[in-house]
């Protein structure tokens, strides 16, 4: 079976068309989605729709992810929290609640979680950040006894993740693999191009591949910068050029 693992969507349907595009063209016969739908994107409104939609697919399995309920528990507490460590990004999730409607919200607040899944012999455990918290990072450079901790208790055989924006994979020497499949909507790669991960798993055994995608950034930063929240126009280039990771 082949698998498509997207995560941290952010609101860029240029990207996930692009994405998609290429899923279709490799013929993934499921998607899992790590969460990261809407929040600080050119098209947060539209991006949720879709995944609203797709939701009634079978093909489709759906987790949260932090941003996700930020929005769906925004409250002015939050704002003030953050609004000192990330002055760009509760600006940008500010204007994300005041457009987003309400069953878009109760959309992304009912997903769950993670989630357990079996294909072909392989047990797969679907997260956004780690099994331990939804905003705890796996990065590449995670040294291998916090990857370990971080799955204690995890019956799984793969381990899915996303939230760091940079894809990366960890085999472990109790035989569990950790895999970050990148961002969809707002990578960290130097070179930006939307990134998701393809999973072929039969009889049992894996074979992983990161993709990397061309989209029309210049297409999805003019539309960050017409939303014109205050922000919106050093998001909208950090899409172009991302010298800074942020949430």
């Known amino acids: 079976m082949r698998i498509a693992v997207i ?3 952010h609101g860029n349907m240029d990207a996930l068309n ?3 595009k290429d899923m279709d063209k490799q013929k993934c016969e499921k998607v899992f989605v790590l969460g990261d739908y809407a929040m600080a994107g050119p098209e947060p409104m539209e991006t ?3 995944f609203i939609m797709k939701s009634r697919d079978s093909k489709y399995s759906m987790i949260q992810g932090n941003t996700d309920l930020m929005i769906a528990d925004y409250s002015s507490d939050l704002y003030e929290s953050m609004k000192s460590k990330a002055p760009l990004m ?6 994300d609640v005041k457009i987003l409607s ?4 109760a959309f992304l607040k009912n997903l769950p979680v993670q989630l357990e899944i079996e294909e072909e012999g392989v047990k797969f455990l679907l997260v956004h950040g780690s099994p331990r918290r939804n905003n705890e990072d796996i990065l590449p450079n995670t040294p291998m006894e916090e990857v370990q901790a971080m799955l204690k ?5 793969v381990i899915l993740c996303g939230h760091t924006h940079i894809p990366c994979g960890f085999q472990t020497p109790d035989k569990k693999t950790v895999v970050n499949a990148g961002s969809v909507g707002r990578p960290f790669t130097p070179d930006a191009k939307s990134c998701y991960l393809i999973v072929d798993a039969w009889k049992g055994r894996c074979v992983f591949e990161h993709r990397f995608i061309e989209y029309d950034k210049e ?7 017409r939303r014109d929240f205050k922000g919106a126009y050093e998001l909208a280039g950090m899409l172009i050029d991302p010298k800074t990771r942020h949430m």
């Open 102 to 105: 309400n069953s878009e919200k």
């Open 153 to 157: 208790n995890v019956d799984a055989d």
């Open 48 to 50: 949720v729709g879709f």
């Open 90 to 95: 509760v600006e940008a999730l500010r204007n």
């Open 7 to 9: 995560s941290d969507i």
């Open 219 to 225: 297409r999805a930063a003019d539309k960050i910068r």
């Open 18 to 20: 692009a994405v998609i």
